[in-house]
T-cell receptor, first 113, second 116 residues
């Protein structure tokens, strides 16, 4: 599990503000995934990215949510105009090309007040 | 239909005993992977074990083993010699073939409480 770095670990935002969550993949991994976990539920896939490309965003809400993985720097999950229903744990994961070992970061807990 | 089903919402296990966590899956893709993760109360998701659909042998990692029954579409996790630190939520997940990308579909989880 060591190596996937997420920050911040905890984030509090007021309704209408923006939340930015960052993820640096494990060394040698070029595939990044974002998942969301609501309380007492399993993780739900949001988006799959490679460097400078969004491969699959089928789990992303159509509005307010966006993700990027630039050539340099971490992957960013951006939530604009947050609402209370966005309160959740957001996990980033990374893998190599095979996807046989997918490691998660420690998660970012977003609380919207 | 649910792609990953974990039928045990919670269970108790005595310390030092073995415990089996059930997981069944549903896919028509011949190429897939099955994963187990542990989520302790601190919240992080810890990778435990992986089984590929073409792997001939059941996967093992220390005290964790995966009882893979392909015809039954089950991938149960066995934890041997339970320890107090094994108390956590356990999630089974599936990655389907290349066309589906590497995204994981998770089950609802099983909460394990190890009793001293």
């Amino acid at each position: 599990n060591a190596g996937v770095m997420q920050n911040p670990r905890h984030l509090v935002r007021r309704r209408g503000q923006e939340a930015r969550l960052r993820c640096s993949p494990m060394k040698g991994h070029s595939h990044v995934y974002w998942y969301r976990q609501l309380p007492e539920e399993g993780l739900k896939f949001m988006v799959y990215l490679q460097k400078e490309n969004i491969i699959d965003e089928s789990g992303m809400p159509k509005e307010r949510f966006s993700a990027e993985f630039p050539k340099e720097g971490p992957s960013i999950l951006r939530i604009q105009q947050v609402v209370r229903g966005d309160s959740a744990a957001y996990f980033c994961a990374s893998s190599d090309y095979s996807g046989n070992t997918i490691y998660f970061g420690e998660g970012s807990w977003l609380t919207v007040v | 239909a649910q792609k990953i089903t974990q039928t045990q919402p919670g269970m108790f296990v005595q310390e030092k005993e073995a415990v089996t966590l059930d997981c069944t899956y549903d896919t028509s893709d011949p190429s897939y992977g099955l994963f187990w993760y542990k989520q302790p109360s601190s919240g992080e998701m810890i990778f435990l074990i992986y089984q590929g659909s073409y792997d001939q042998q059941n996967a093992t990692e220390g005290r964790y083993s995966l009882n893979f029954q392909k015809a039954r579409k089950s991938a149960n996790l066995v934890i041997s010699a339970s320890q107090l630190g094994d108390s956590a939520m356990y999630f089974c997940a599936m990655r389907e073939g290349p066309a589906a990308g590497n995204k994981l579909t998770f089950g609802g989880g099983t909460r394990v409480l190890v009793k001293p």
